[in-house]
């Protein structure tokens, strides 16, 4: 669906004029990357009443949605490291705005002992192909694949991602985008992973949950409830070759490996749908969908008082979470950087 949908647009916009919001939410990076470097004066500026009134009639962007507050924070990485090498694919979102949940991918690998090198390029540029920008989405992905073959030209090393769309973009649709390079495409895909796909296949992890947790772990100790509502990329995701869980599937895996109690929304999408709930004339349609299972559920969890925690993956998601059922859900990466450092604390004691 999401192939028919780019494909169309595509073809769509090169005989009518396109809309100027496609082209803020296709190039999303580079707005994100000026705008966080002035923050926090982009963010007095655009929660002011009147630009966002402005802007939104001018963008067609529904004014009832607050924008994005971007950082000035950076994630860093250990450059100290001297393990296995690996590729980390950042994404716009968690790279500008949600820095934390960069910081704890970045926390957990350096703590497994992987030399992290962050590729030069944020994401695969899969807002660019929601947007149909097919011509843009490739030159993109021609550049990604040459500076990954200028790094590791024989195609080995794994290349991690904690954004779905971003590192199933790469996984699954850089082939069709420049099919002359499928072999190649096919070879990277095959050491392409999720964070939480690669760290329930990593030796490493598994030492650093031993040597940090020892016989009183946090499996035997946490029993919190978490509700997990995934991206629709992570749902959509099929079975990995080597029968190990991938998509949904490895989320609630590494949830339950350190203790807690899994619940897999059955809810479908959430309604936001990347940047279609930002959309003024799909604003309400957004809403609805969220309505349907989403946020009555989360209702119901709170009312009964118990301590429920609500993870999602996608960022999106997320936003539609905080805004709709006025809920902050975090990413499962930064409940596992958190039990980590627990236990790591409580060990050193």
């Known amino acids: 669906m999401a192939k028919l949908k780019y494909e169309f647009e595509n073809h769509y916009y090169q005989t009518r004029r396109r809309p100027l919001r496609d082209y803020l939410f296709g190039y999303f990076h580079i707005v994100a990357q000026y705008t966080s470097m002035a923050a926090p004066v982009t963010n007095t500026i655009m929660g002011n009443t009147l630009f966002k009134k402005i802007t939104s009639m001018i963008l067609a962007i529904t004014p009832q949605r607050p924008f994005p507050v971007f950082s000035r924070q950076i994630a ?69 694949l040459d500076a990954l073959n200028q790094a590791d030209p024989t195609c080995e090393t794994a290349i991690i991602g904690i954004e779905p769309p971003e590192i199933y973009a790469l996984k699954h649709d850089y082939a069709d985008l420049l099919p002359a390079r499928k072999d190649e495409i096919a070879a990277r895909a095959a050491h392409t992973w999720l964070l939480d796909e690669f760290l329930l296949r990593s030796e490493k992890f598994a030492l650093l ?39 949904s599937n490895a989320t609630v895996e590494l949830l339950q490996l350190h203790g807690y109690d899994v619940e897999l929304i059955d809810a479908g999408c959430c309604g936001m749908a990347g940047t279609f709930g930002y959309e003024t004339e799909h604003y309400e349609l957004s809403m609805k969908v969220g309505e349907l299972k989403l946020f009555p559920q989360i209702r119901e969890w709170r009312k009964s008082g118990s301590e429920v925690e609500i993870v999602s993956t996608g960022a999106a998601c997320r936003m539609q979470i905080q805004q709709g059922a006025k809920v902050k859900a975090s990413h499962s990466i930064e409940l596992i950087a958190n039990i980590l450092k627990q236990e790591g604390a409580r060990v050193k004691e």
């Open 76 to 144: 860093t990485v250990d450059s100290k490291a001297q393990g296995e090498r690996i590729f980390f694919l950042s994404d716009s979102f968690s790279h500008y705005v949600e820095p934390q949940v960069e910081q704890s991918a970045f926390d957990i690998l350096a703590a497994c002992g992987y030399d992290v090198r962050v590729l030069p390029v944020i994401g695969a540029r899969a807002a660019l192909l929601s947007k149909g920008l097919l011509p843009a989405a490739q030159r993109h992905a021609g550049k990604m």
């Open 209 to 247: 949950r031993d040597r940090i947790s020892g016989p009183n772990n946090s499996a035997e100790k946490n029993k919190q409830k978490i509700k997990f509502q995934p991206h629709c990329h992570q749902r959509a995701e099929g079975p990995a070759q080597d029968g190990m869980p991938s998509g």
